[in-house]
T-cell receptor, first 118, second 111 residues
Framework: GAVVSQHPSWVICKSGTSVKIECRSL??????MFWYRQFPKQSLMLMAT?????????EQGVEKDKFLINHASLTLSTLTVTSAHPEDSSFYIC??????????????FGSGTRLTVV | ELKVEQNPLFLSMQEGKNYTIYCNYS?????LYWYRQDPGKSLESLFV?????AVKQEGRLMASLDTKARLSTLHITAAVHDLSATYFC???????????FGDGTTLTVKP
């Protein structure tokens, strides 16, 4: 149980284009989803927290107009990187939580998306 | 602001040896998580520690939590090559709350 599916696993895009990453909870309802970015050999940096049906809460320094997050249902959240630039190249990981779940099992993470902007 | 410090950041050890990774955090919290990350992969949940004195073990890994000292440890017993990975501790995070991650400890186990 507690599977989070993230797609795509990797994507290469040209500068100036937009990329959408999907995060789905497959066997539970995710009331909250978190989006992280991880640069090589670094820790995870929380970008934003999204609750189903409401606007995402962005961490300080994260541009909300650049990283659009939508959490329209209890099983799907999307992150769109708009007008991507090479400095946006990174490993993006989502994680999901539902009532009771992280307490007992820890947060469930998606498999990650490696974005390369050329 | 909650700060989480792990040490060491890099650890090279021989198979069969024991070692401990430390995770210190700056403000009171009653929940701590340990995760494993293999190169190029996402995170895998290892342990969830919810109370002072909690101890959990899985195979060669044992995690403990001392909330009064704001310290968690991840002890490795008789290391094997398969344990080579980066280990993260994360603090906080209630049912809907965010966790704060340490910088990670990259463990390399050599034959």
């Amino acid at each position: 149980g507690a599977v989070v599916s993230q797609h795509p696993s990797w994507v290469i895009c040209k500068s100036g284009t937009s990329v959408k990453i999907e995060c789905r909870s497959l066997d539970f309802q995710a009331t909250t989803m978190f989006w992280y970015r991880q640069f090589p050999k670094q820790s995870l940096m929380l970008m934003a927290t999204s609750n189903e049906g409401s606007k995402a809460t962005y961490e300080q320094g994260v541009e909300k107009d650049k990283f659009l997050i939508n959490h329209a249902s209890l099983t799907l959240s999307t992150l769109t990187v708009t007008s991507a630039h090479p400095e946006d190249s990174s490993f993006y990981i989502c994680s999901a939580s539902a009532f009771g779940r992280p307490t007992n099992y820890g947060y469930t993470f998606g498999s990650g998306t490696r974005l390369t902007v050329v | 602001e909650l700060k989480v410090e792990q040490n060491p950041l890099f650890l090279s050890m021989q198979e069969g040896k024991n070692y401990t990774i430390y995770c210190n955090y700056s403000t009171t919290s009653d929940r701590l998580y340990w995760y494993r990350q293999d190169p190029g992969k996402s995170l895998e949940s290892l342990f969830v520690l919810l109370s002072n004195g909690a101890v959990k073990q899985e195979g060669r890994l044992m995690a403990s939590l001392d909330t009064k000292a704001r310290l968690s440890t991840l002890h490795i017993t008789a290391a094997v090559h398969d344990l080579s990975a980066t280990y993260f501790c994360a603090v906080g995070g209630t049912n809907a709350g965010k966790s704060t991650f340490g910088d990670g400890t990259t463990l390399t186990v050599k034959p």
